[in-house]
């Protein structure tokens, strides 16, 4: 029984396919609960005093930059095992994949709302303009989640790649360093 249980410990800590998958879903909701909770300690207590305007925007994005650095190291250590990669092309590649996700998830919330609020049969069942955008959000975080993020962080980001050179290039020039 014991020997069973490490072998299943192993495959989940280091196996491939669907543990990979699921280390990738765990490091995502960790991340998640902690960009929520660093938007709420900065909305609540930080920005208290600012206007909504402000608080609720600069809350927000402190909260998704600590849990973007919370999801990527996680996912470098310890759902990727990428320990051997370049720092600087991970950090690079995730910011690409990042970006690229948030613009997916802004546009494709709205875009899938507008076509959501067009469906009478969910008007007549009883959903409000709330409910479809919630509906929506999910749908397209799902879609970006699986098909977006999860594909290019197995492939791209936490992978060695022809692009490489040309992102630790972009930070050496960005920090100053040398290339040496």
């Given at each position: ?35 929520m ?10 920005f208290a ?13 402190i ?26 092309a991970?950090?690079?590649k ?11 998830n802004?546009?494709?919330t709205?875009?899938?709302?507008q ?13 409000k303009p ?46 100053g360093?040398?290339?040496?």
């Amino acid at each position: 029984m014991k020997k069973h249980a490490k072998e299943l410990a192993d495959k989940v800590i280091n196996g491939h396919g669907i543990f990979t998958f699921l280390r990738s879903s765990l490091s995502s909701q960790l991340a998640s609960w902690i960009d929520m909770g660093t938007r709420m300690v900065f909305y609540a207590f930080v920005f208290a005093s600012m206007s909504e305007f402000y608080r609720s925007n600069l809350s927000v994005a402190i909260g998704a930059f600590v849990g973007g650095i919370v999801n990527c190291t996680i996912n470098y250590r310890f759902t990727f095992h990428a320990s051997g990669q370049s720092i600087k092309a991970v950090a690079v590649k995730y910011l690409l994949v990042w970006t690229g996700s948030l613009l997916l998830n802004m546009y494709g919330t709205t875009f899938a709302a507008q076509g959501l609020s067009q469906w009478k049969w969910l008007i007549s069942i009883g959903f409000k303009p709330d409910g479809i955008f919630a509906a929506a959000t999910l749908l397209v975080s799902l879609i970006v989640s699986l098909a977006w993020n999860f594909v290019l962080q197995r492939s791209f980001v936490y992978r060695p790649s022809s692009f490489d050179p040309y992102a630790i290039s972009f930070v050496n020039f960005i920090t100053g360093k040398s290339n040496k």
